[in-house]
């Protein structure tokens, strides 16, 4: 009876054991994770992986504060997100958006929600630049729905926000991001007159037509 009940208690002992070792490594685990961070430029990268759209880039990021947390690590940060080749690609980006918009009328702000704009932010843009290209061309809409005889074509937009890493396969993966757009945005240096760009964005939409017909 007596070596019943010591075996009991020896199992209970070991389990114990058991489980405090696991505990102990749970809590090792969590404070390397915690007390690691992505370095400088692992954290660029992978925000300029989060932000990628055709004509446009990333530029100038900065990181603010950061707060590595038991499982993954905060950070805060802003950049700027501009078109790639500035003023020069301005009239030609926004001339493609246009044509896309296919506006009849005076609707101009209901352009960004056109069904072919729509898709090709979808295809030509990761989840976390869309809005922000929709934000710039946006502006774009507004000034033709007033009637502007120039348009100021905007070429960048500060973004600031905060972004969530979690250790991954490939080193850090953002899991999670959220941004805030800047109301003061880049201009090209010179407006473009609104029949230009106007009439741009109906030119290529002809010349598509007609290629779609051969």
Not at 63 to 77: E, H, K, N, Q, T
Not at 148 to 165: H, M, Y
Request: proline fraction near 4%; include cysteine.
């Amino acid at each position: 009876m007596g070596g019943s009940v010591g075996g009991k208690s020896g199992g209970q002992l070991v389990k114990r054991r058991g489980m405090l070792a696991g505990v102990a490594l749970v809590l090792c685990g969590m404070m390397l994770t915690g007390c690691s961070r992505p370095g400088e430029d692992e954290f660029k990268r992978r925000v300029d992986e989060a932000f990628v759209c055709k004509g446009m880039e990333v530029a100038d990021i900065n990181r603010l504060d950061s707060m590595p947390g038991i499982y993954s690590y905060v950070a805060r940060y802003n950049f700027q997100y501009r078109l790639t080749d500035g003023d020069k690609a301005a009239q030609d980006f926004y001339a493609k958006l246009l044509e896309l918009a296919e506006v009849k009328g005076d609707d101009w702000k209901a352009a960004v929600n056109a069904p072919k704009v729509q898709a090709y932010l979808l295809d030509e843009c990761t989840e976390g630049a869309q809005p922000i290209v929709e934000s710039m061309f946006e502006d774009v809409l507004t000034q033709l729905g007033e009637k502007k005889t120039a348009v100021r074509l905007p070429v960048a937009i500060p973004v600031s926000g905060w972004a969530e890493f979690m250790p991954g396969k490939r080193g850090w993966d953002i899991t999670m991001h959220r941004e805030r757009l800047g109301e003061e945005l880049v201009y090209s240096q010179q407006p473009v007159k609104r029949d230009v760009l106007v009439k741009k964005a109906a030119g290529s939409a002809k010349s598509g037509k007609k290629g779609g017909k051969k």
